[in-house]
């Protein structure tokens, strides 16, 4: 395994930490993925999936269609729609988990308008969400591993990308948050009380996880 996977992998299990002590899940918790991936890339994709304990009680919410995830996880329900509003009536699930999602949501003419539909469907959904995101001043863009070079203008970071042959990564693919965006982000959706919790490497900032709702007081 790569050291960037390796990383990954000891951030997500942090974060997993994190959840656990915050929501104290049971058997009777019902949960929302939102973003569960239908192709797997490295190990540390479908993170919920792969430790929840109780995976009948997840439902898994993407934009993919769900082909070889059900094959994978055949004992959780996965849902389709189109990165619009969620599927579901208010209250529907205990939890609600998006981890590294919000970052992707829209497009960039109107990303902060979509990232904060996107809380408010979240919060909407669910009694407690718990969602996450790296933080944009991060040395190393998280993504397509690239240190410092996300930081320069967006037009010359896509540049890159297609030279390294990953146009996969450029355009509307990704906006990226430091913690004052994410912050301003959270009060435009006005959905009640929130805690913001920061995950650190090396003393900077690695990701932030926004906690709404009972896991939030």
């Known amino acids: 395994m790569s050291l960037a996977h390796r990383v990954s992998g000891y951030n997500r299990r942090r974060k997993w930490r994190l959840f656990q002590d915050v929501i104290r899940p049971t058997a009777e918790t ?3 993925d939102v973003g569960f991936s239908d192709r797997e890339y490295s190990p540390n994709d479908n993170f919920l999936e792969k430790n929840y304990a109780w995976p009948e009680n997840i439902t898994a919410l993407g934009v ?13 329900q996965a849902v389709q729609y189109d990165g619009g509003d969620f599927p579901f009536p208010d209250k529907a699930f205990d939890v609600c988990w998006s981890n590294a999602v919000i970052e ?10 979509s990232q904060v539909r996107f809380v408010q469907e979240a919060t909407r959904v669910a009694k407690t969400s718990f969602i996450t995101t790296p933080n944009k001043w991060f040395p190393i863009e998280v993504h397509t591993r690239t240190p410092f070079l996300h930081w320069l203008p967006k037009r ?62």
């Not at 070889?68 to 004992?75: A, G, L, Q, V």
């Open 156 to 217: 010359w970071f896509d540049a890159y990308l297609r030279m390294r042959d990953n146009e996969w990564a450029t355009g509307d693919y990704m906006d990226l948050l430091s913690f004052q965006a994410f912050r301003a982000v959270l009060r435009q959706a006005d959905i009640g009380p929130y805690r913001v919790y920061k995950n650190r490497l090396g003393g900077i900032s690695m990701d932030f996880v926004a906690v709404f709702g009972d896991g939030a007081r």
């Open 104 to 113: 992707h949501v829209g497009t960039h003419a109107d990303r902060r308008g």
């Open 30 to 32: 019902t949960v929302l």
């Open 64 to 76: 993919d269609a769900p082909v070889e995830f059900p094959r994978r996880y055949p004992s959780i």
